[in-house]
C-alpha cells in the first residue's frame, strides 16, 4: 500500500474531492428538479438534457463554457456594461445586529464570545459606509442614459457584499450579485437584483465575471476571499493582462497594519510605481470621488452618453 504522503496518493485525494464536489452539484439539480428525476446513465438521453453526462469529469470544459455564457448573456440582455466591484468581509454585520450580537454575548460571559463581538461592532460601520458609497454610484447612474450607468456588483453574500447590494437596492437600481457554491452553503443576500442573482461552482469563472465588466474595484477589510480577489486584479493590471482601473483600498488603518507593500518595493519584488495601482480610502466620498476623478465623470451624467 503507498504511503499517504506519496504524489498518487495525493493525486487520489483531489480527485476524490473533485468528485465529491461533481455529486454535491449533481445533487443540487436532482433537488431543484421539478420531477425529481434519478440520475442514471442512459444512452438514448439527448446529450444536453442528460445531468448524468454532463457532470462528468470529461465534459468539464462544457460546464465552463456555460458558466461563463449564463451570466453574461444575462447582464447582456439587462444592459449591464459597466460595474463597480466591491469586496469584503462576509463576517461583518450592521451596527443595530452587531450590537445585538454584543449584548448576547455579555449576557453569556464567554470572554472569547464577547471579543469576537467587540470586533464585530468595532467594524460594523464598514457596512453602513459600504451602503453608503453604493448609494453614490447609484444615484448617478440614476441620471445617466442606460449604455452609461454603473452597477454594483458583489461576490452576493452577507457583510459588506450585503451592503453594497442593499445601497443600490436602496435608490431601485439594477445590482449584481456572483455567488458561489461552498461546502456551508452562502446564501445570496436578500437585495440583489434576482434577475441578476448568479450562482458558480467554477471559482474561477466567478472571477472572469468579476473583472469582464469592471471598471474599478473597492476592496473593504476581508478575510482571505478579499486578498485573494484584490491580489488577482492587481496582478493583472500590473501584468497588462486587464486594462487599468481604479483599486481603493477602503479602511487605511486596517490595510496599513496588514499590509507593508513597501517591503516588496525594498526587496526589489515590485517597483515604487507599482504602489500607485492602490488608492486608501476612509469616506464613501473618497472613493465615488476617485472613480469620478479616474473617468473624468461630472456630477450628472451628460445627456450625450459618453461615460467610461
Partial sequence: MPDSDTPDSSE??????????????????????EDRPRLQPNAYRLAFADNE???????RGIRFQLELLKPDLAQQELGIDSTIVVFGSARFREPAEAERQLHKA?????????????ALLRNAHYYEKSRRFAQLVADYSLS??????????????????????RGAHDR??????????????????????????????????????????????????????TL????EVLTLVQCKKSKPVPIFLFGSDYWKRLLNLEVLVEEGAISQQDLEL?????????????IRKFYQLRDNCPCSGTGP
Avoid at 449576557?107 to 464570545?113: F, H, L, Q, V
Wanted: glycine share 8%.
Fill in 12 to 33: 487520489d485525494q483531489i480527485h476524490d474531492l473533485q468528485a465529491q464536489r461533481l455529486a454535491d452539484a449533481a445533487l443540487e439539480m436532482h433537488l431543484m428538479s
Fill in 53 to 59: 453526462f454532463l457532470l462528468r469529469r470529461e465534459t
Fill in 106 to 118: 455579555q449576557a453569556s460571559g464567554d470572554t472569547a464570545e464577547i471579543r469576537r463581538a467587540q
Fill in 144 to 165: 445617466c442614459p442606460e449604455q452609461d450607468r454603473l452597477y454594483i456588483a458583489t461576490g452576493g453574500g452577507p457583510g459588506i457584499m450585503e451592503a453594497a447590494n
Fill in 172 to 225: 431601485g437600481v439594477l445590482n449584481v450579485g456572483l455567488n458561489i457554491l461552498l461546502p456551508h452553503e452562502q446564501e445570496p443576500n436578500p437585495y440583489i437584483s434576482p434577475e441578476l442573482s448568479f450562482k458558480f461552482h467554477y471559482f474561477a469563472l466567478r472571477k472572469m465575471h468579476f473583472l469582464m465588466r469592471a471598471k474599478a474595484l473597492v476592496a473593504f477589510p476581508g478575510g482571505f476571499g
Fill in 228 to 231: 485573494d480577489e484584490l491580489f
Fill in 278 to 290: 492602490l488608492q486608501y480610502v476612509d469616506e464613501p466620498e473618497q472613493a465615488w470621488e476617485g
